[in-house]
């Protein structure tokens, strides 16, 4: 299990990273693939406990959050919404009888709520200043905080953080992921300061509390998450990822990060 998590993160962080060095549109492009595919996973977790909506809206929904992202400009948000909102609307209507309120209900909320996070990371990269440095750093605190949390809760893990939600979590874990998510930001700025200057990043002071941060409320996606997926009976959101499940799984926490970052630095740091 964790050669398997440790290979597949091997293939993907270069990848990752790769693409958020180059931006623009092939790093809206890779950021809509994947919560595409988040988004499908969240879609098909609610219908396990027999929501029939229509997955479509939900996708709609994300794709609008992170063009509005990408290109502010173009003042997209009012009418889209307005669009995807009275289309699934009446597509209620229509299938009135084989769904009903609540099935509407459910790819809207989750388009909402993964299209608006992650629709952040698109901003975030976006700044004409901060952008690069910003995103790599808000990335990499919440793997390390993230990967920290895993092998120490693992090894030494005893007192439970939330054991209805999911037993496996750890106070030691939680604790430790605050605390690498909290060293690996003051690294990156300090990195960011050494490689490009100090106009392109934050100081290490301001990278070492974003990360701090990160660490201590990143963790409620990946809890917020966990409840949905214990109340649909299943472990994984999908099983896209080996050792790491589905592409849900993988950005529960990353998305609450990309909101963490950037009005952490839209409001303290530019």
Not at 81 to 105: I, Y
Not at 109 to 130: K, N, T
Request: proline share 4%.
């Amino acid at each position: 299990m964790l050669r398997t998590r440790l290979l597949t993160a091997i293939i993907l962080v270069p990848i990752t990273v790769g693409f958020i060095y180059l931006g623009g549109l092939p790093f809206l492009g890779l950021v809509i693939c994947l919560t595409t595919l988040a988004e499908i996973e969240f879609c098909q977790l609610m219908s396990r406990r027999g929501f029939r909506g229509t997955h479509v809206f939900g996708i709609a929904l994300v794709w609008l959050f992170l063009l509005d992202g990408a290109f502010p400009d173009w003042s997209l948000m009012r009418p889209g919404l307005a669009a995807v909102l009275s289309l699934s609307l009446g597509w209620l209507v229509f299938r009135f009888g084989r769904s009903n309120a609540t099935d509407w209900a459910g790819p809207i909320a989750s388009g909402l709520y993964v299209g608006l996070f992650a629709s952040s990371f698109v901003r975030l990269r976006g700044l004409s200043v901060h952008g690069l440095w910003s995103t790599l750093l808000a990335a990499a605190s919440m793997v390390m905080a993230d990967s920290a949390a895993y092998f120490v809760g693992t090894r030494w893990g005893k007192h439970r953080l939330a054991p209805v939600v999911s037993p496996a979590k750890t106070w030691e874990g939680y604790a430790s992921g605050i605390a690498a998510g909290g060293f690996t930001g003051c690294l990156f700025a300090w990195l960011g300061r050494l490689v490009v200057g100090p106009g392109a990043t934050m100081p290490p002071s301001a990278g070492f509390l974003l990360g701090l941060l990160i660490g201590t409320v990143a963790p409620l996606g990946d809890l917020v998450v966990s409840a949905v997926k214990r109340e649909a009976g299943v472990k994984d959101s999908g099983q896209l990822l080996p050792g790491h499940g589905g592409m849900l799984d993988r950005l529960d926490s990353v998305l609450w990060a990309g909101v963490l970052a950037y009005h952490y630095v839209v409001w303290f740091v530019s």
